[in-house]
């Protein structure tokens, strides 16, 4: 144990679940924040574990390509956006059901990011760097902990600015409208499936972001191994966040903070119980959702024309 | 900042010219070959029997749909409607027969909503501002914040009648806007838009089935039948016997038996007995305290009050969509909780309000919606497997008895007509023996010889031992229906009378005081 570690003690737990859950969260905050404007509009896509490994591949190799990580970022969220666009056309045909296109484009998206990435497992592609906070502190744990990674800061701030967006500005108003009744909306002249369409794409866009941070920031490789179902825990966690995007931040800082107990306190020599503590997220996930459910009140917050809803 | 178009003032009512519309839906004819006129500053009424053409109609004019043939007039110009925001651009505003509210949304945002233009970035500041001065200009009151889907029928069609009002049209459609309203309150609606229409601010086309406001209303009548035109006239010249004969064609049906002659309620053990029942709302407020209510075999019990005063709860936790909080509801002097075996044991049937909605799957056929009471018993079902035939000859012969005008028994019950959706529920809740028969405003958008039916065909349930509980807006309805009336307010039973000694006043001021208190607190 270095010497900096003795100095804040046990102090090192908190502060590595912190650091720990803004790391595992942030592939969820995006992805999260994408399926809850997606949903919001009255689509949901379950595809979007496809888009998070096809973002990570595309995103890997454009920056093995350019050799700048940033590029890498934008062409991940230019594949999750085209991939998006596919479940927006698809989903707007007769009689096409909206869960069986996204488990299709799920097993498209992994199947094909595992054919086109084989090339790229091996080569070492410029990974994004972080932003210290911690500069104003001796210790070396803080700042390590304080090394937050710029997607994050994407992420909390498209949090709060889409919070912003859903009550305050004409677009927002408008993918609540189309995604709570289509009746209403037809009434009052707003274009319904245009407006999903555009909808999923930027679903798509921020999920193929998202796999941008799983191969470009952590764990900061591409293999076929890189994602352990993130693109469908964020979906669940937007059910979890009650559609609003800043209880898909909050959501995901809490999935993150639980996913890090296990690691920061082996890294204490705590190691019994680690499988265990692996299991903290999900257990508390299905705890959280058991206690706030009551059978009187309706799934509050969900928008009216999801299928999954939909009376 | 961009103008706010709606502080411009309104360039008044607008001459509207309908000729030769058309419109088919497969190998139905909904509309065929209409005309009408409606000059500026007019309220015109458009009558029909269920399924004449009537919403069809409207929704061409306003763009929802498309018609197959025929020219729109406005101001004596030629004007195309695609969509309905062409006929907002020209001030054509409807309020339509299903509401258009966004269920999540709350009463401000969705009357601000649908201002046509709204501005990239709102200020609610100023959005509440003006929103706050316009209610001000109004008889009633709304409550601006709560979510539109937690609204009782008759609170949401008074945000949509004034989500119009707000708008400042220039023709204002109104397809049977007061079906949920209470007498009070319509004549506060109506009378408000005829106020504006005599001044020139707007014209009116409304679609009803109540003579009563046709007389007091409306200017001039065009009655449409099977889609076709039927006739046209000023109300001043016509009675409403001829009225009535243009809709149907032929002579008009009786109304429901006359109180004397209806058998005495049989001495017995009540069938459904409620004591001290409370429950939660939506958003966890309590929205029954305490109802005590006993109704008997053979009795019906009708249950007057202003919508939201938790009449829909009632009616929810007693078919089972709502759980109850506190208290016992018995039926047949065992405890009751709404279950799908217990509503088969116990004979307990009923028909709420919004049927569509509450008592039928939209996409399924109206052959699957008439069955659902029993797809699962025989002779539909043996041994788990559904006889098809028989099910299929089920709902042919309930679409027969009960008239439902219906493109056949395959057709999805979504597209159906308002008042024929109520026929099938109908049809599938009183084609069995029924012990308990739970109702809510069961005439809910039924033309008068439906009304006279369906009223006939309670009494007859009646007639036959049924004990029937029935919430309805309507007094005139609960007065010629009921054995005994109560009044709900706020979720609570603050009166009861022997309905053959009701006074519709006294019963109205129940109604309306604590309504009257429960603004005062709001
Ligand atoms: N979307 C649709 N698809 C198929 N048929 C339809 C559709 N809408 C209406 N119809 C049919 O067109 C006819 C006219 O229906 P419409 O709703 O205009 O009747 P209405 O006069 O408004 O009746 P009500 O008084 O019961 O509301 C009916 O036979 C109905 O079944
Ligand atoms: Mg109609």
Redesign the interface.
């Known amino acids: 144990m270095s010497t900096a570690g003795a100095t804040i003690g046990w102090w090192g737990v908190p502060l590595a679940v912190l650091a720990g859950a803004i790391r595992v969260s942030t592939p969820y905050l995006l992805v999260s924040l994408g399926e809850c404007i997606t949903e919001k509009s009255g689509r949901i896509n379950l595809g979007l574990e496809g888009v998070l490994i096809m973002g990570a591949m595309a995103g890997y190799a454009t920056a093995f390509a350019t050799g700048s990580p940033w590029a890498g970022v934008l062409a991940a969220g230019l594949v999750g956006a085209v991939f998006g666009l596919l479940h927006g056309l698809l989903c707007s045909l007769k009689r096409v059901n909206d869960i069986a296109i996204g488990i299709s484009i799920m097993l498209l998206g992994t199947g094909l990011a595992f054919f086109l990435g084989k090339p790229f497992v091996q080569p070492q592609a410029p990974m994004l760097s972080s932003i210290s906070f911690g500069f104003w502190s001796d210790s070396t744990q803080i700042q390590s902990a304080l090394q937050i990674n710029p997607l994050f800061i994407l992420g909390a701030v498209l949090a709060f600015a889409l919070h912003f967006a859903f009550?305050?500005?004409?677009?927002g108003?408008q993918v609540?409208?189309v995604g709570?009744?289509e009746?209403?909306a037809?009434?009052?002249?707003y274009p319904v499936l245009p407006t999903r369409i555009v909808a999923t794409v930027v679903g798509g866009f921020l999920a193929g972001v998202g796999g941008a941070f799983l191969s470009l920031y952590y764990p900061g490789s591409w293999n076929e191994g890189l994602s352990s179902g993130q693109g469908i825990i964020a979906v669940a966690l937007v059910i979890f966040a009650r559609w609003e995007p800043l209880r898909c931040l909050w959501a995901s800082l809490l999935f993150g903070g639980a996913s890090a107990l296990g690691p920061a306190l082996q890294a204490m020599g705590v190691s019994s119980g680690y499988y265990l503590f692996n299991a903290a997220p999900y257990a508390l996930t299905l705890g959280i959702l058991i206690a706030s459910w009551?059978?009187?009140?309706?799934l509050?917050?969900?928008?009216?024309e999801l299928s999954l809803v939909r009376? | 900042m961009k103008p706010i178009e709606l502080l411009q003032p309104a360039s008044g009512a607008l001459d509207l010219e309908i000729l030769g519309l058309s419109k088919h839906f497969g190998d139905v004819a909904a509309l065929d070959d209409v005309s009408l006129h409606i000059p500026a500053g007019s309220f015109h009424a458009l009558l029909g029997e269920n399924g004449a053409g009537k919403s069809t109609l409207v929704k061409c004019l306003v763009g929802y749909y498309t018609a197959d043939k025929g020219t729109v007039l406005v101001d004596q110009r030629e004007v195309e409607i695609p969509t309905p925001r062409e006929a907002s651009k020209l001030g054509i505003g409807m309020v339509y027969q299903h509401f258009t509210l966004v269920p999540s949304m709350t009463v401000a945002e969705n009357l601000v909503i649908a201002r046509g233009a709204l501005p990239a970035l709102l200020n609610w500041r100023e959005e509440r501002a003006r929103l706050a001065a316009f209610m001000e200009t109004l008889p009633f009151k709304l409550p601006l914040d709560k979510p539109a889907g937690g609204l009782a029928a008759g609170e949401k069609q008074k945000v949509e009648i004034i989500k119009q009002l707000y708008l400042q049209r220039r023709l204002l459609i109104l397809d049977e806007p007061t079906s949920v309203l209470t007498l009070d309150e319509a004549d506060e609606a109506l009378g408000l838009i005829k106020q504006l229409a005599r001044n020139q601010q707007l014209s009116v086309l409304i679609i009803t089935h109540k003579f009563r406001e046709v007389s007091a209303y409306a200017d001039a009548v065009t009655v449409l039948r099977r889609g076709r035109y039927a006739g046209h006239g000023k109300v001043a010249e016509l009675t409403v016997d001829q009225m009535a004969e243009m809709m149907v064609g032929s002579a008009v049906a009786r109304d429901a038996a006359p109180r004397a002659n209806r058998p005495a309620i049989p001495e017995g053990a009540a069938r459904l007995r409620i004591q001290q029942l409370t429950a939660l709302g939506d958003h966890g407020l309590p929205v029954l305290k305490n109802i005590d209510l006993s109704v008997y075999p053979g009795e019906i019990l009708g249950i007057a009050g202003v919508s939201g005063n938790g009449q829909k709860a009632l009616i929810e936790v007693l078919i089972g969509q709502r759980e109850k909080s506190g208290g016992k509801v018995q039926v047949h002097g065992k405890d009751y909780s709404g279950r799908r075996a217990e509503l088969a044991l116990c004979k307990v049937n009923s028909l709420p309000e919004e049927p569509l909605r509450n008592a039928c799957v939209g996409n399924l056929s109206v052959a699957d919606n008439l069955a659902l009471r029993n797809y699962d018993q025989p002779p539909l079902a043996r041994s788990g497997w559904i006889n098809w035939r028989a099910l299929r000859a089920q709902a042919k012969t309930y679409v027969e008895n009960f008239r439902i005008k219906t493109d056949g028994i395959d057709a999805k019950i979504q597209t159906l007509s308002g008042g024929n959706v109520q026929r099938a529920v109908l049809a599938r809740e009183l084609s069995h023996p029924v012990d308990l028969l739970i109702v809510a405003n069961p005439v809910f958008g039924l033309d008068f010889n439906a009304v006279a039916e369906t009223h006939s065909r309670l009494l007859a349930a009646r007639a036959q031992g049924t004990a029937i509980l029935l919430v309805s807006e309507d007094l005139d309805e609960l007065l010629e229906l009921s054995d005994r009336i109560v009044v709900m307010s706020e979720g609570e039973i603050v009166f009861e009378v022997d309905a053959a000694h009701a006074d519709i006043r006294e019963l109205g001021r129940h109604m309306a005081g604590s309504h009257a208190l429960a603004e005062a607190t709001a």
């Open positions: 009550r305050h500005t004409r677009l108003l609540r409208i709570d009744s009746d209403a037809r009434a009052l002249g009551t059978p009187n009140r309706a509050s917050g969900a928008p009216g009376q």
